[in-house]
């Protein structure tokens, strides 16, 4: 049990919907990442938060947006779904972000079905 | 830009064959390197980790070795079990990056 929880485990929902995932980071990480796992694009990354700051922005896309609050737990909106969003989502968090070396700790996922 | 390539899969092994796993990273200045294990529906563990060249990671009788000159961080393992079966995923992460860089992932099934 890496410490990070995501709710929930799994998501099914029609096209053009709108879902909400959630996560925790673990005690005392500031940072959160959100990835992507596809058949076709592998892991990619997302976005991530430091602090309820945005930090960095990967591949996602406009549909798709986060926020961490102050509490440090973060959501991961994703809008106007498509069948291709069909994929599992992972949430990571560490201590900080950047610097020399970065330990990342994974969420079990949220694997979303759009049909 | 930075990437990983890993190894295609799936490989399959007997129970007690030696393992190895491809890796080659492509990224400027000296990055770290890992790998990441996914069990069967479960999130990804960090396995072991190299943060500098020639640095050696082991871990649950894994090890990888990080090799600048060929920029390659390869997976091994001398006696794999049923319960190693998974996927596999190799990652950089840069000094002042904000995110890994994972390769495809390398599924391993390992029969008995």
């Known amino acids: 049990d890496s410490g990070v929880t995501q709710t929930p485990k799994h998501l099914i929902t029609a096209t053009g919907q709108r879902v909400t995932l959630r996560c925790s980071p673990r005690s005392g990480d500031l940072s959160v990442y959100w990835y992507q796992q596809s058949l076709d694009q592998g892991l990619q990354f997302l976005i991530q938060?430091?602090?309820?700051?945005?930090?960095a922005k990967g591949n996602i896309l406009e549909r798709f947006s986060a926020q961490q609050f102050p509490d440090l737990h973060s959501e991961l909106n994703l809008s106007s779904l498509e069948l291709g969003d069909s994929a599992l989502y992972f949430c990571?968090?560490?201590?900080?972000?950047?610097?020399?070396?970065?330990?990342?700790?994974f969420g079990p996922g949220t694997r979303l079905t759009v049909l | 830009g930075d990437s990983v390539t890993q190894m295609e899969g799936p490989v399959t092994l007997s129970e007690e064959a030696f393992l190895t796993i491809n890796c080659t990273y492509t990224?400027?200045?000296?990055?770290?390197l890992f790998w990441y294990v996914q069990y069967p529906g479960e999130g990804l563990q960090l396995l072991l980790k190299?943060?500098?060249?020639?640095d050696k990671g082991s871990n649950k009788g894994f090890e990888a070795t990080y090799r600048k000159e060929t920029t390659s961080f390869h997976l091994e393992k001398g006696s794999v079990q049923v319960s190693d079966s998974a996927v596999y995923f190799c990652?950089?992460?840069?000094?002042?990056?904000?995110?890994?860089?994972f390769g495809t992932g390398t599924r391993l099934t390992v029969i008995p």
């Open positions: 990571a968090s560490s201590v900080i972000a950047g610097g020399a070396y970065n330990e990342q700790f």
């Open positions: 938060y430091y602090n309820g700051e945005e930090r």
């Open positions: 990652a950089l992460f840069k000094t002042g990056a904000n995110n890994l860089f």
């Open positions: 990224a400027t200045g000296y990055p770290s």
């Open positions: 190299a943060t500098k060249a020639d």
